[in-house]
């Protein structure tokens, strides 16, 4: 091909021409060296002196490319095969170029023109497989690697890729064949035996997979990916603290690979390090903000540390990412309903159904959303549904029967919690709603019976001890009623109801003072309970305290001017003392009745209890 030479004085164009030789020398020399800066230099020096050969702009392309400056090397190349289209270094290097901006349709079609020119080019048929194998088109890309190997049989790359593209077919025994084969050529290739191990892991010999990766990381030990298909397999034998190494060593390594991220954090959930799992998933969103996976993982760990609103961001930006993933819908739901916000979350489970049809959990957490809206119907038939999908689900049962109760069917709702006894007999709770329906129902010494059972099973949930006291009182076990209330106080001294129940059984028992004793703790957590006031004032009355009795009905009343048993109780008092004095009182002298009572002006009542006028 002849070539354009500027015209020129005949010294100076040979001169010129000996000046731009010598500075392609130059670059030469440099890109040989690795001095790839320099040999950009004297490339473009070289340019400047005139017109410059096909060779020139190609050489200029791999230095480029050396540089990892891609998208100039492309425009070198191309400079190069516009001047000789027939250039098989410009094209292959462009193809590779093309591979290596990720534009493999190109790629694909540029290596495609490379073997047109020349057949036999080995490099050229093993790119293609590369792109072929990038764009998932396995058969083609095996294809492709086979007829690189007709015209290379010892080229160990090629024999690695056609490993990789038969383990991509499934095809895991042939791979292990082939990586076997490339390692006979080159044992000392890191790669070959980290996807040797990637076939082990596939095929569950993880014991072989690991042993690979070890090798492939004493070979290769700066290589992150080694060390976190390493930290996979350890993961998978359950060896958490070793995984959890090898992560870390790979974020050292590469501090930009999201899911090794999501590895971490993975497993500082297992262990209930959900701070650190928050960090590790929050660096894996900044890494890649559109991967739903590592946004819904995040919305999970923020919603166990209860930072309501940030997992609802979290999962808001998972569903807008895959809006026809069920689970985001779901996990969006709970924690809307966590945050009090039950409509939106009833709207959420909605969804989650739509998409997902079958999802019983879903039919549950919509019923308990409607439950929470007052939804009672829709509630029940939300969780009956449920129960279709599932019929052995305690949990589902266990909500039908809240809504029975809600809805005052105590005896489906009996039945309901009865079936969770027939599923599992130890569930202390269900024995306790049992027992709470069988209350409701008057049945007082089933009801008995099933506190009893669920204490037997679960002694340290006091809170049933309260519900026993209540049932022995019914049933006039008034020394069994003390025994839960005390035992209930031991271990919850703060709880008001408690020690009014304590008062009224102590009081059935005639142990008056310590009635008393137990209303006035009970004041000191509920110091504007009327009602205690009324117990109080009555077992006052029993003592015979009977001005103290008339303070406590009289305070009763400030704090409830409409409570009629106050009132009456008062009057019976004052009546009996009027009755007793005018009895008492020789005929013709005045009575002289000496009660101090309390006022009832609005602004003193104010004053006293600090409560508005």
Same mark, same amino acid.
């Given at each position: 091909?002849?070539y354009?030479?500027?015209?020129?004085?005949?010294?100076?164009?040979?001169?010129?021409? /000996?000046?731009?030789?010598?500075? =392609?020398?130059?670059g030469?020399?440099?890109?040989?060296?690795?001095?790839?800066?320099?040999?950009? $230099?004297?490339?473009?020096?070289?340019?400047?002196?005139?017109?410059?050969?096909? &060779?020139?702009?190609?050489?200029?392309?791999?230095?480029?490319?050396?540089?990892?400056?891609?998208?100039?090397?492309?425009?070198?190349?191309?400079?190069?095969?516009?001047?000789?289209? &027939?250039?098989?270094?410009?094209?292959?290097?462009?193809?590779?170029?093309?591979?290596?901006?990720?534009?493999?349709?190109?790629?694909?079609?540029a290596?495609?023109h490379?073997?047109?020119?020349?057949?036999?080019?080995?490099?050229?048929?093993?790119?293609?497989?590369?792109?072929?194998?990038? =764009?998932?088109?396995?058969?083609?890309?095996? $294809?492709?690697?086979?007829?690189?190997?007709?015209h290379?049989?010892?080229?160990?790359?090629?024999?690695? /890729?056609?490993?990789?593209?038969?383990?991509?077919?499934g095809?895991?025994?042939e791979?292990?064949?082939?990586?076997e084969?490339?390692?006979?050529?080159?044992?000392?290739?890191?790669?070959?035996?980290?996807?040797?191990?990637?076939?082990?892991?596939?095929?569950?010999?993880i014991?072989?997979?690991?042993?690979?990766?070890?090798?492939?990381?004493?070979? #290769?030990?700066?290589e992150a990916i080694?060390?976190?298909?390493?930290g996979?397999?350890?993961?998978?034998?359950? %060896?958490?603290?070793?995984?959890?190494?090898?992560?870390?060593?790979?974020? *050292?390594?590469?501090?930009? %690979?999201?899911?090794?991220?999501?590895?971490?954090?993975?497993?500082?959930?297992?262990?209930?390090?959900?701070?650190?799992?928050?960090?590790?998933?929050?660096?894996?969103?900044?890494?890649?903000?559109?991967?739903?996976?590592v946004?819904?993982?995040?919305?999970?760990?923020?919603?166990?540390?209860?930072?309501?609103?940030?997992?609802?961001?979290?999962?808001? *930006?998972?569903?807008?990412?895959s809006?026809? #993933?069920?689970?985001? *819908?779901?996990?969006k739901g709970?924690?809307?309903?966590? =945050?009090?916000?039950?409509?939106? $979350?009833?709207?959420?489970?909605?969804?989650?159904?739509?998409?997902?049809?079958?999802d019983?959990? $879903?039919?549950?957490?919509?019923?308990?959303?409607?439950y929470?809206?007052?939804?009672?119907? /829709?509630?029940?038939?939300?969780?009956?549904?449920?129960?279709?999908?599932?019929?052995?689900?305690?949990?589902?049962?266990?909500?039908?029967?809240r809504?029975?109760?809600?809805l005052?069917s105590?005896?489906?709702?009996?039945?309901?919690?009865?079936?969770?006894?027939?599923?599992?007999? %130890?569930?202390?709770?269900?024995?306790?709603?049992?027992?709470?329906?069988?209350?409701?129902?008057?049945?007082?010494?089933?009801?008995?019976?099933?506190?009893?059972?669920? =204490?037997?099973?679960?002694?340290?949930?006091?809170?049933?001890?309260q519900?026993?006291?209540?049932? %022995?009182?019914?049933?006039?076990?008034y020394?069994?009623?003390?025994?839960?209330?005390?035992?209930?106080?031991?271990?919850?001294?703060?709880?008001? &109801?408690?020690?009014?129940?304590?008062?009224?059984?102590?009081?059935?028992?005639?142990?008056?003072e #310590?009635?008393?004793?137990?209303?006035?703790?009970?004041?000191?957590?509920?110091?504007n309970?009327?009602k205690?006031?009324?117990t109080?004032?009555?077992?006052?009355?029993?003592?015979?305290?009977?001005?103290e009795?008339?303070?406590?009905?009289?305070?009763?009343?400030?704090?409830d001017h409409?409570?009629?048993?106050?009132?009456?109780?008062?009057?019976?008092?004052?009546?009996?003392?009027? *009755?007793?004095?005018?009895?008492?009182?020789?005929e013709?002298?005045?009575?002289?009745?000496?009660?101090?009572?309390?006022p009832?002006?609005?602004?003193?009542?104010?004053?006293?209890?600090?409560?508005? &006028?």
């Amino acid at each position: 091909m002849n070539y354009p030479i500027h015209a020129t004085h005949g010294e100076n164009t040979s001169s010129t021409r /000996n000046l731009q030789r010598r500075r =392609l020398k130059e670059g030469y020399a440099h890109f040989k060296a690795a001095r790839y800066e320099q040999a950009l $230099a004297a490339f473009e020096q070289a340019r400047a002196y005139g017109p410059c050969k096909p &060779s020139t702009y190609n050489a200029k392309g791999k230095t480029l490319y050396k540089l990892a400056r891609y998208e100039e090397a492309l425009a070198a190349f191309e400079q190069a095969l516009r001047l000789n289209s &027939s250039s098989i270094s410009a094209s292959i290097a462009k193809a590779d170029t093309l591979y290596r901006l990720k534009q493999y349709e190109h790629a694909l079609i540029a290596y495609e023109h490379t073997l047109q020119l020349d057949p036999l080019i080995a490099l050229a048929s093993n790119g293609r497989g590369s792109a072929l194998y990038k =764009l998932a088109r396995y058969e083609e890309a095996l $294809a492709a690697f086979e007829q690189g190997l007709q015209h290379d049989q010892n080229n160990t790359v090629f024999y690695e /890729n056609k490993g990789q593209a038969l383990y991509r077919l499934g095809r895991d025994e042939e791979a292990l064949a082939t990586y076997e084969h490339a390692l006979q050529l080159d044992p000392q290739r890191a790669s070959i035996y980290n996807n040797r191990g990637n076939v082990y892991y596939d095929l569950h010999r993880i014991e072989e997979a690991l042993e690979a990766y070890e090798r492939a990381i004493v070979l #290769e030990p700066d290589e992150a990916i080694y060390h976190y298909n390493q930290g996979n397999t350890l993961l998978y034998m359950e %060896c958490y603290k070793d995984a959890l190494v090898c992560f870390e060593q790979a974020i *050292h390594l590469d501090p930009y %690979c999201t899911p090794t991220f999501v590895a971490k954090g993975d497993i500082h959930v297992r262990f209930e390090q959900f701070e650190a799992a928050s960090a590790a998933y929050e660096h894996a969103f900044q890494l890649d903000s559109d991967n739903a996976s590592v946004c819904n993982r995040l919305g999970n760990v923020l919603y166990t540390l209860r930072r309501y609103q940030g997992a609802l961001t979290a999962y808001k *930006h998972a569903v807008r990412l895959s809006p026809d #993933e069920a689970t985001f *819908h779901y996990n969006k739901g709970n924690v809307l309903v966590s =945050l009090g916000l039950f409509e939106q $979350a009833l709207a959420a489970f909605e969804r989650t159904l739509r998409l997902d049809p079958n999802d019983a959990s $879903a039919w549950n957490n919509k019923g308990n959303a409607l439950y929470r809206l007052r939804r009672y119907k /829709n509630a029940l038939a939300a969780y009956e549904q449920a129960l279709h999908l599932d019929s052995t689900n305690t949990v589902f049962h266990y909500n039908k029967g809240r809504a029975l109760a809600a809805l005052e069917s105590y005896e489906e709702s009996l039945t309901a919690f009865e079936q969770i006894t027939q599923l599992d007999a %130890c569930d202390a709770q269900a024995h306790t709603s049992k027992g709470h329906m069988l209350f409701q129902l008057k049945r007082y010494e089933e009801a008995l019976g099933a506190y009893d059972q669920a =204490l037997k099973l679960a002694p340290s949930h006091i809170e049933i001890y309260q519900s026993k006291g209540l049932v %022995c009182f019914y049933l006039k076990l008034y020394v069994e009623a003390v025994a839960a209330y005390t035992h209930l106080l031991q271990h919850a001294p703060n709880n008001a &109801s408690a020690y009014s129940s304590l008062g009224r059984s102590l009081h059935e028992l005639g142990r008056f003072e #310590e009635a008393v004793v137990a209303y006035e703790r009970a004041l000191h957590f509920v110091p504007n309970d009327p009602k205690v006031y009324i117990t109080k004032g009555d077992a006052l009355h029993a003592l015979h305290r009977t001005e103290e009795a008339l303070i406590a009905y009289e305070y009763a009343m400030i704090l409830d001017h409409h409570d009629d048993e106050a009132w009456s109780k008062r009057a019976h008092i004052i009546s009996n003392l009027k *009755h007793i004095e005018k009895t008492s009182t020789p005929e013709g002298a005045s009575p002289s009745l000496s009660i101090n009572l309390l006022p009832f002006t609005s602004s003193e009542t104010g004053d006293a209890f600090g409560l508005e &006028s």
